[in-house]
């Protein structure tokens, strides 16, 4: 089973409704899909039309049970759509994280998503788990978890300056649990008729070189309508645009798979491919917008170096002693 974390701790970009609509697309080609819905905000289950007072046992239930997911795991997922699982949450996550909330008194607190998972491993194919937008004992779970992290940036300015400490942040979560944990950059909402996000888009591929997609999610208003009628844009408006765009990111993601890396070393992760050149913009306005944050303290518009150290975010809890 192939899993990937989408994880930003930015709101509004695009995060849920990736998550969502790239498990329905891999269930639509007939892959055995779990999502595992690790937002306490719950809005999985809102955009794939289950109704919340009806999940009587969720991800938060499944995490503090023992064993892990309980005698009989299966039992808390709901059947969305052929092929597809979802994993549901419910308010319970929320307070899963406190001291008193039964996760941090756990010895495996930050890998019982991974044993979860194993559990179900062999009735799917693909998991796609929906990260909360915290740093957190849920996001560790979900980065133990995962083979591979995917971050959806926006193509706007304030997204653009902040993937460098997104990345960063996830690149020191991965390298607290001590493993490798390839990254990619997934551009969202864009809009490719507008000459500023097409240019923030080439600013995303200069400053991530490699790790950027060489597919987008445009904005569609229709993936805004399916969330609203709770289907995905594959039930909804499965000739659109807007399923294209997931048409072809399932399409790179297959023909680029990743190893297994959930028991490898940080220092293992191979280094990536060289970059390939992306023309300089040359809208006078994104010069300005890439002039302003050349100037930002802190912020550099060149490539970082692979070796450089990044500050580990200071709210992050300690991962489990002994944990695999």
Known sequence: MRTIAIVNQKGGCGKTT?????????????????????????????????????????????????PVGGEQPERMLWEVAKNLRLAPSTVALAGLEAARGGLAACVDRDARLAKLLDRLADRF????????????????????????????????????????????????MAARLGRALPLRILPTLHRPDAKLASDLHAAIQRRHGAATLPVSIREHESLREAAGFGQPITEYAPASEACQDFVQLVAWLEANPVANTRGATAASLAVAPVEQPVP?????????LLARMRAHAGFSAEPASTTETTQQPAAEPAPAEGSA
């Open 18 to 66: 990736t998550s969502i609509n790239l498990a329905a697309t891999l269930a639509a080609r007939g892959l055995r899909t779990l999502l595992v819905d690790m937002d306490p905000q719950s809005h999985c289950a809102a955009g794939l039309g289950v109704p919340e007072d009806r999940i009587e046992t969720g991800i938060a239930e499944a995490l503090l049970a023992e």
């Open 125 to 172: 194919d693909w998991c796609i788990i929906d990260c909360p937008p915290t740093i957190g004992l849920l996001t560790f779970n979900a980065l133990r978890a995962a083979d591979e992290a995917l971050v959806p940036v926006e193509t706007g300015y304030f997204a653009l300056k902040g993937s460098e400490r997104q990345v960063a942040t996830i690149e020191a």
């Open 280 to 288: 300089e913009a040359t809208s006078p306005r994104m010069a300005d």
